[in-house]
């Protein structure tokens, strides 16, 4: 089956530490994203990817980063200088960007990050 | 920076009665999507409109998009239980790579 898989689906953190949450894709799809969601505020962008070794901050970059070493995959490492990680993350793909009509983006299962 | 904010933020109604939820952007969008997120799972794409004045229409949902394209309504008749979720509206401005996500409106059905 095609689709988008994160892991691990939840994740609890020590404050101080790194870590990284997996996304892997085999839809074929160039554009990929990382999305955090927090209660009463919607999606928020964090970083994303048009192209494989390419990759833009998005509204809420600071205390992540990412790679795009392959075009199926793309991990978020959420860094101890993120002052509140705790929160739903998402990833995401499409076809592409930068198409004047859109595309359709594909969101996988999410990942639950706790900081304890 | 590009602004999507969508009221209300919550909505709850009686189950068969009627649900919009409205979506306006501080910025003219070349396209605007819809998304449903079910209680502890992930958004899924409902719709897309791009036309000024647009309206489609899925089953009991209706979709429009206004004529300066920078609001958009989804209105659900007849609601059922299966409607719960959270709608995201989500637009993209010419030009730009980037979908701005609604706040999302959070609806649940009284039985």
């Known amino acids: 089956d095609g689709g988008i898989t994160q892991s691990p689906k939840y994740l609890f953190r020590k404050e101080g530490q790194n870590v990284t949450l997996s996304c892997e894709q085999n839809l074929n799809h160039d554009a990929m994203y990382w999305y955090r969601q927090d209660p009463g505020q919607g999606l928020r962008l964090i970083y994303y990817?048009?192209?494989?070794?390419?990759?833009q901050k998005g509204d809420i970059a600071e205390g992540y980063s990412v790679s795009r070493e392959k075009k199926e995959s793309f991990p978020l490492t959420v860094t101890s200088a993120q002052k509140n990680p705790t929160a739903f993350y998402l990833c995401a793909s499409s076809i592409g960007s930068g198409d004047l009509y859109g595309n359709t983006i594909y969101f996988g299962e999410g990942s639950w990050l706790t900081v304890v | 920076g590009q602004q999507v904010m969508q009221i209300p933020q919550y909505q709850h109604v009686q189950e068969g009665e009627d649900f919009t939820t409205y979506c306006n952007s501080s910025?003219?969008?070349?396209?605007i999507q819809w998304y449903k997120q079910r209680p502890g799972g992930h958004p899924v794409f409902l719709i897309q409109l791009v036309k000024s004045g647009e309206v489609k229409k899925q089953k009991r949902l209706t979709f429009q998009f206004g004529e300066a394209k920078k609001n958009s309504s989804l209105h659900i008749t007849a609601t059922q239980t299966t409607d719960v979720g959270t709608y995201f509206c989500?637009?993209?401005?010419?030009?730009?790579?980037?979908?701005?996500f609604g706040t999302g409106t959070r609806l649940t059905i009284i039985p």
């Open positions: 910025t003219t969008l070349s396209n």
């Open positions: 989500a637009g993209r401005n010419s030009g730009n790579e980037k979908l701005t």
């Open positions: 990817s048009q192209i494989v070794n390419d990759f």
